[in-house]
């Protein structure tokens, strides 16, 4: 973490003292940049701990290790992914970014937490990550963080001892470490630790509504952005937790914990996935979307209740939100890795006899419905997009959102990514992850956004500037968005970030209760 090599005579000035100690970071376009900063230390299975106080100054110049898990994901067109990182347990650290422009030392605080289900993913994987832009154009503190994940993050070894007691939420208790650590050092960085803002992707999004259901984290945060991420089964009950533990201490050959630590990753990662594969059968959970898997576990403790049930929303309801999804999801994810296999399966190159067909094969009885409301809620689409439009996270947003705005009386705002890049003739759509690069204002930095040209580049303005804005008050208006209004009972109300970006009353909520009519069939607007 403090190899790095000697900096400018500008880079000598960036020194910030912490609570551990003195940190150097570098100067990147107007912008003080601090990488692999630690927040804390701790051991495996062992909750985290403040870190060792050091007495020179630490170089912060180079991201930091990453959390072990399996391997990275390879870098394509459309994920654009940094495959060049140390895996070690000395994980706990951070990256900072703040400009250097303005003396403001009340920036608002960006806190972005990545996704990777649980089991792998990293601070830095995605090359949009990168705070720079944010931090210079629209004058906030952006931080991006490492914590652990899988076996080494969640895995409910509470039956074995009380020092066991958190195990099976590590992962989200050292973030709440970080959040600690940023409440305690972020304003020698120039942020404000009074204005901090959660948000993250896919099960980064779960994480944020995690922390926000988590007593520990309470007053850490307060405002919060969920993209992608209210898929539900990621929090775990107990008794299946603890199952997968005792199964993963078997496939490994061991008896105590404490022999568990002491194998090398590999052996537990392969050991805890032969023990999720056992526990599934044994309780009947093999598939969709509440299958067992090392997440979350709600322990009565650290995670008190589920973060939703059927009817309820267990989250702090004082905090203003922000949640959202893109058109396509996973329908067209699959094809990412392989575009020409992606173009011969371009729903656009089927006659409208075959789109009929497969409409029918699909939806069956509801064809007819399906098409109507489809049709009615996007007139200026192709009939052939609704055999990948998602449902499942869509309606889940909007699911989500009307319990909180039920509930509390922070405003909630809901939105759709719908734009499509040119890339290969559009084939992937707006699939999982595709808002990220227009989040963090670098379009440029993935292959799929750049070929929007200058399209794109307004539409990451646009977007990265609601983001900001909602970081700095709460509310994601601003002076080059079209008015975006809060949802409440009776009335709800998605900005469309499209090459149009506009609001529209839910227009694809009669489409939502056919396809997901539990998830959407409380929701009622004048």
């Not at 009519?517 to 004048?526: A, P």
Request: proline residues 5%; glycine residues 8%.
């Amino acid at each position: 973490m403090a190899a790095c090599s000697n900096g400018s005579q500008d880079a000598k000035k960036l020194i910030r003292t912490t609570t551990s100690g003195r940190v150097q970071g570098y100067i990147q376009d107007s912008v003080a940049v601090f990488k692999g900063v630690p927040y804390a230390s701790a051991e495996r299975f062992m909750p985290a701990h403040e870190h060792e106080k050091w007495d020179t100054v630490m170089q912060c110049r180079e991201y930091g290790d990453i959390a072990p898990q399996p391997p990275l994901m390879q870098n394509t067109e459309f994920a654009p992914t940094d495959t060049v990182a140390t895996m070690s347990d000395d994980c706990l650290n951070l990256n900072i970014w703040t400009s250097m422009r303005n003396r403001d030392t009340e920036r608002p605080v960006m806190v972005w937490l990545h996704g990777g289900g649980f089991d792998y993913g990293n601070s830095h994987h995605h090359y949009s990550f990168d705070g720079t832009k944010l931090a210079r154009t629209d004058n906030v503190v952006v931080v991006t963080l490492n914590h652990r994940l899988n076996v080494l993050g969640f895995l409910d070894l509470s039956a074995y001892g009380p020092e066991y007691a958190g195990s099976g939420n590590l992962g989200m208790t050292d973030i709440v470490a970080a959040l600690k650590w940023i409440k305690n050092n972020i304003a020698a960085f120039g942020g404000n630790p009074d204005n901090v803002t959660l948000f993250g992707h896919g099960s980064g999004g779960v994480k944020v509504l995690t922390i926000m259901a988590m007593p520990s984290a309470k007053g850490l945060y307060h405002k919060a952005i969920v993209q992608s991420g209210v898929l539900e089964g990621f929090n775990q009950p107990r008794e299946s937790a603890q199952r997968v533990a005792a199964l993963t201490l078997e496939e490994a050959g061991t008896d105590t914990p404490q022999q568990l630590a002491g194998l090398p990753f590999d052996s537990l990662w392969n050991a805890s996935s032969r023990a999720i594969k056992r526990a599934r059968t044994e309780f009947g959970r093999e598939t969709g979307l509440y299958s067992i898997k090392l997440a979350p576990v709600v322990d009565g403790n650290v995670l008190p209740k589920p973060v939703i049930t059927d009817s309820s929303i267990n989250v702090d309801l004082q905090i203003p939100v922000i949640l959202g999804s893109t058109f396509a999801e996973t329908t067209t994810r699959h094809y990412l890795d392989n575009p020409e296999l992606g173009m011969k399966s371009d729903v656009h190159r089927l006659s409208p006899e075959e789109v009929e067909k497969k409409i029918k094969e699909k939806y069956g009885k509801q064809a007819e419905d399906v098409k109507l409301a489809f049709m009615t809620a996007y007139p200026d689409k192709a009939l052939c997009e609704v055999l990948v439009i998602d449902s499942t996270v869509r309606s889940n947003v909007l699911r989500m959102a009307h319990l909180l705005a039920k509930r509390g009386d922070a405003p909630v705002y809901v939105y759709l990514f719908n734009w499509v890049s040119p890339l290969y003739n559009g084939y992937a759509m707006s699939f999982r992850s595709s808002e990220l690069p227009f989040v963090f204002n670098n379009h440029e930095l993935a292959e799929f956004s750049r070929a929007g040209g200058n399209e794109a580049r307004r539409l990451a303005r646009i977007i990265s500037r609601c983001w900001t804005s909602f970081a700095r008050s709460g509310n994601p208006n601003n002076s080059i968005t079209p008015f975006w209004r809060r949802i409440n009972l009776g009335e709800g109300h998605t900005m469309i970030f499209d090459r149009d970006v506009r609001l529209e009353a839910y227009p694809d909520l009669p489409l939502m209760q056919i396809l997901e009519y539990e998830n959407v069939n409380d929701i009622h607007l004048n």
